[in-house]
Structures are given as C-alpha cells and as structure tokens.
Nanobody, 117 residues
Framework: VQLQASGGGLVQTGGSLTLTCTTS????????MGWYRQNPGEERLLVAA???????NYAASAKGRSTITRDNRRNTVLLQMNNLRPEDTAVYYC????????????WGPGTLVTVSS
C-alpha cells in the first residue's frame, strides 16, 4: 500500500491542522490505521489509531486535542489536531498499525508539522 500524508505546515501555538492520509489501495481490509510522529533521532510514536469498527485510540499527549477518522470508501484517514503545542512538532506519518507494531515495512514520506511558540 502506497501512503501519502499531507496537510502539515507551520502553525502557531494553539492553532489547528488537519492531516490527510490517502492510500493507493483499499483500507477496508486493514484492521487498524494509525497516525504516528517522529523527530530526528527519536523513535516513531503513535499519535492516534482507529480500527475497522471505528473505535479510536489516542496517545496520552493527543487525547482531547486530536480526532482521527477513517473513510474506507475513499481510502482516507484524517487526523484533526487542535490546540497545537511546540512539542507536537514532528514529521507525521500514517500507516497500517501492524507495520508500526512490527517495526519494519514501508513508510511514506510523511508530512512535517511545525508549531511555533
């Protein structure tokens, strides 16, 4: 599955962004799709994930400020982020959660989110 994350950019503290993940193949058979973030030299961390049944899971840092949605017909996964903080600055990626948990597999280029103080 080819993944394309978009929607990143420069935003001030307290601002909002909506990231979009589009895929080249159907995600209707992917159990869990997720958003992850990574800074140079650090591990890639879960931000939010959503299963086929629609149940979301959020990292503690994202809970209450982020909303993940998936549209299996349009093969898209969105991440709406509000009240952004400088510590949210990172490259954000979307992927099959199994790839993240496995620790290897294809990752698209991601989209850079920069939050200025």
């Amino acid at each position: 599955v080819q993944l394309q994350a978009s929607g990143g950019g420069l935003v001030q503290t307290g601002g909002s962004l909506t990231l979009t993940c589009t895929t080249s193949e159907s995600i209707s058979k992917i159990n869990v799709m997720g958003w992850y973030r990574q800074n140079p030299g650090e591990e890639r961390l879960l931000v939010a994930a959503m299963g086929l049944t629609g149940s979301p899971n959020y990292a503690a840092s994202a809970k209450g400020r982020s909303t993940i949605t998936r549209d299996n017909r349009r093969n898209t996964v969105l991440l709406q982020m509000n009240n952004l903080r400088p510590e949210d600055t990172a490259v954000y990626y979307c992927n099959d959660d199994y790839v993240w948990r496995l620790g290897r597999g294809y990752w698209g280029p991601g989209t850079l989110v920069t939050v200025s103080s």
